[in-house]
Nanobody, 112 residues
Framework: QVQPVESGGGLVQAGGSLRLSCAAS????????MGWYRQPPGKRRELVAT???????NYADSVRGRFTISRDNAKNMLYLQMNSLKAEDTAVYYC??????WGQGTQVTVSS
């Protein structure tokens, strides 16, 4: 299977919003639990949010209420809507669309 590709990162001021997209391929897309992860500068990669095949979402405490994960199985797309961004959200964001299927990452920088 082909690795997914993220897009939508960039520089935004604190309080702003960004929407990340992840384009994936593969016949099992709709069956997989998927997620967004991030790696802040100098820190380990951490879970941001996951979503099951039927749309049940789970969030890290640090982003709950501000971020929304969603998926479009017909288009093989995964999304992360990020609102009320904070400086501590600065990180490289990765999507995971199945076992061993990781994107290359997209940089999100939030200026305070």
């Amino acid at each position: 299977q082909v690795q997914p590709v993220e897009s939508g990162g960039g520089l935004v001021q604190a309080g702003g919003s960004l929407r990340l997209s992840c384009a994936a391929s593969g016949k099992l897309f709709s069956a997989n639990t998927m997620g967004w992860y991030r790696q802040p500068p100098g820190k380990r990669r951490e879970l941001v949010a996951t979503i099951t095949s039927i749309g049940s979402a789970n969030y890290a405490d640090s982003v709950r209420g501000r971020f929304t994960i969603s998926r479009d199985n017909a288009k093989n797309m995964l999304y992360l809507q990020m609102n009320s961004l904070k400086a501590e959200d600065t990180a490289v964001y990765y999507c995971n669309t199945g076992p061993g299927l990781w994107g290359q990452g997209t940089q999100v920088t939030v200026s305070s």
